[in-house]
T-cell receptor, first 112, second 117 residues
Framework: KQEVTQIPAALSVPEGENLVLNCSFTDSAIYNLQWFRQDPGKGLTSLLLIQSSQREQTSGRLNASLDKSSGRSTLYIAASQPGDSATYLCAVKSRTGNQFYFGTGTSLTVIP | GAVVSQHPSWVICKSGTSVKIECRSLDFQATTMFWYRQFPKQSLMLMATSNEGSKATYEQGVEKDKFLINHASLTLSTLTVTSAHPEDSSFYIC?????????????FGEGSRLTVL
C-alpha cells in the first residue's frame, strides 16, 4: 500500500525566507501528485498538480518538483509571507484505480 | 479551476437527530466523490468513496448505517449522519476529481463543521 510521508511536521521561519517542504512516497507507480494548503477550519485548496510525466510545476512564488524514481516531491516557497502560514499537504493519486493517498502535512508558521 | 461546493458550512444539532451534508461539483462531472473526517490538528481520515449510481465503498471501521452516502447524480453526493451523538462532532470534508478526460486533479469542498449537543 502506498505510504506518503511529510517532513518536517512543523516549521517556523521568519518572513522573507525561502523554504522547502518535503513529501516522500513509497510506490512510484503514481498518476499524479498534488500539493494542497489548508487553513484552520477550512477545506483544502489545491496549489499545484504535477502529472507523473512532469518534473515540476510553478505558480507564483511556489515551485513543486517531482522525482518519481526516488519517490520524492518538494514544494519550494520563495520569499515567505505571514499569509503563507497554513498546513501544507501532499497527495498522490494511484496509477490504477481512483485512490488518493495523503501525507500528514507540514504546519508552516511565517513569523512577521 | 474546478469548484466543489459543500453545504452547510456549519451545523449544530441535538443528539439523536440526523444531519445531511451536501457536496456538489459545480463545473464538472464527478463519478466519484470522497468523504473525509478530520479531528483537530490531525490529517484527513477517508471515510468512504461515493460512486455515482452505486453503493458507496466504506473504509474499515466506518459504520455505513451511521454515515449514509448517496450519490444520485454526477454532480451531487450527500452524507447523512444518522442519529447523531456528541462523538460524531467533527469537521467533515468532501472532495471530487475530474476523471473523464480530465487531469485527475482533486478538488475539495469548504468543509462542514458538525456540533452535536
Amino acid at each position: 500500500k502506498q505510504e506518503v510521508t511529510q517532513i518536517p511536521a512543523a516549521l517556523s521561519v521568519p518572513e522573507g525566507e525561502n523554504l522547502v517542504l518535503n513529501c516522500s512516497f513509497t510506490d512510484s507507480a503514481i498518476y499524479n501528485l498534488q500539493w494542497f494548503r489548508q487553513d484552520p477550519g477550512k477545506g483544502l485548496t489545491s496549489l499545484l498538480l504535477i502529472q507523473s510525466s512532469q518534473r515540476e510545476q510553478t505558480s507564483g512564488r511556489l515551485n513543486a518538483s517531482l522525482d518519481k524514481s526516488s519517490g520524492r516531491s518538494t514544494l519550494y516557497i520563495a520569499a515567505s509571507q505571514p499569509g503563507d502560514s497554513a498546513t501544507y499537504l501532499c497527495a498522490v493519486k494511484s496509477r490504477t484505480g481512483n485512490q488518493f493517498y495523503f501525507g500528514t502535512g507540514t504546519s508552516l508558521t511565517v513569523i512577521p | 479551476g474546478a469548484v466543489v461546493s459543500q453545504h452547510p458550512s456549519w451545523v449544530i444539532c441535538k443528539s439523536g437527530t440526523s444531519v445531511k451534508i451536501e457536496c456538489r461539483s459545480l463545473d464538472f462531472q464527478a463519478t466519484t466523490m470522497f468523504w473525509y473526517r478530520q479531528f483537530p490538528k490531525q490529517s484527513l481520515m477517508l471515510m468512504a468513496t461515493s460512486n455515482e449510481g452505486s453503493k458507496a465503498t466504506y473504509e474499515q471501521g466506518v459504520e455505513k448505517d451511521k454515515f449514509l452516502i448517496n450519490h444520485a447524480s454526477l454532480t451531487l453526493s450527500t452524507l447523512t449522519v444518522t442519529s447523531a451523538h456528541p462523538e460524531d462532532s467533527s469537521f467533515y470534508i468532501c472532495s471530487a476529481s475530474e476523471e473523464r478526460g480530465g487531469t485527475g486533479e482533486l478538488f475539495f469542498g469548504e468543509g462542514s463543521r458538525l456540533t452535536v449537543l
